[in-house]
Structures are given as structure tokens and as C-alpha cells.
């Protein structure tokens, strides 16, 4: 027999046990209420301002917040950061014509070029603009008008074309009178 149970003052009932196991409850009690708080207070913390972002609600900083990583910096009409013929060339157009992928005329493949240089500067850059066969629209580029008709002047007068380089701030119709003075 259990030796306690012969004591009256260690029954099942007894006070002390009673007071051990109350004791207990309230420890329990105490801990999951500091684990709940506290991750409440952590989880309101990370929610503030400082961790989301500023709070700002302008359109500048709403889109500096939601802007891609990595954002292409397209020319500008004062010039300064305007990208030539070449690096637009290399920046889209070369995924396609530095192979000669899906039937394009590769770059400087004057065979394949030359045909299409006669047809002169205005349907080489009306073809980049709107695609032509497997090449999307703007070359599958979301290059201006004007950079996907510097990167058309670049191409064809890597295949012996002499067209001459539209200006960055060049807009696609004056491009188009341009390539009018400069057709071969
Ligand atoms: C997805 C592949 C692809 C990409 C990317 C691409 N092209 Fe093309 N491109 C083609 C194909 C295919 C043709 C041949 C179309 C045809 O059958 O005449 C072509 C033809 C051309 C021609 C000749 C059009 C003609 O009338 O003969 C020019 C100019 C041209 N591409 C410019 C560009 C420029 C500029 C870019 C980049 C901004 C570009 N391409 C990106 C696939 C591509």
C-alpha cells in the first residue's frame, strides 16, 4: 500500500497537492501567456513603418518600392544616358540574330542582309516595330521606337548598310525621315 495514503494529511484531497497542482496551472498559464504576447508584440513590431517600408504614400516612393529589381535605364532626350545601337543590339535583339534563331538574319551575315538592307531603313524598322514572322513586335524588346531604329541602323550596318544612327531624342517618324536621307 502506498505509505502516503495511511496519513491524513497526504490524501487525495490534500490541501498541499491541491495548492502544487494550482501552482503548476498557473506557471503553465504564465508561460503561454509571455509566448503569446510576445509574439504578438514581435509580430507588431515587424509590422511597423521601419520594417515595411516608410509609410511614404507618394507616387515617387510607392514606386521606388514596387519597381523591378535590376530596372533598365533607357536613354534619356538629354543624351547622357542614352544606349547606342550596339549595347540595345546586345541587350535583346542578339538573342535571336547573334545565332540566327528561328530564321533571323544573323548579325553582320551580309547573304542575309543584303537583300533586306535594299528594302531600305524604313521596312527594316517598320519590320522591328511591329514584328515580322517569329520576331515579336519591337524585337520582343520594350525598347522606344528610336532605340529598337538605333539597334535596326547597328544591324544592318554590321552587314554593310550605311545608314546613318538616329539621335536618342529621335522620335520613330523622324527616325522614318531620316532613314529617307540615308537609304543606299
Ligand atoms: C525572338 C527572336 C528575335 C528577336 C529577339 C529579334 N528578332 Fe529581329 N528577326 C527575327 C526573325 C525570325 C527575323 C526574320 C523575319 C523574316 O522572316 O523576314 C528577324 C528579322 C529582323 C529584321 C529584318 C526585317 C526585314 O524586313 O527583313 C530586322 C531589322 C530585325 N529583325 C531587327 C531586330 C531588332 C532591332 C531586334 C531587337 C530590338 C530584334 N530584331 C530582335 C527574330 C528576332
Known sequence: MNPSASSAATTDNDPYDLFKSAAN??????????????T???L????????????DM?????????????????????GGGARTGEELYKGRCAA?????????????DKGAWSARIASGYDALLTAALKGKK??????GSGYSDADVGRAVVYMANAAGAKFAEPKAETSSETAATQAKKSKP
Open 25 to 38: 496551472l498557473v506557471i503553465k498559464v504564465a508561460i503561454a501567456t509571455v509566448v503569446v504576447v510576445g
Open 40 to 42: 504578438i508584440i514581435f
Open 44 to 55: 507588431a513590431l515587424m509590422a511597423t513603418p521601419d520594417h515595411v517600408g516608410s509609410g
Open 58 to 78: 507618394s507616387e515617387q516612393a510607392v514606386a521606388s518600392r514596387i519597381q523591378k529589381v535590376g530596372s533598365l535605364v533607357l536613354g534619356d532626350a538629354s
Open 96 to 108: 535571336c540574330h547573334d545565332a540566327g534563331l528561328l530564321g533571323s538574319p544573323k548579325l553582320a
Open 134 to 139: 517569329a520576331m515579336p513586335a519591337q524585337g
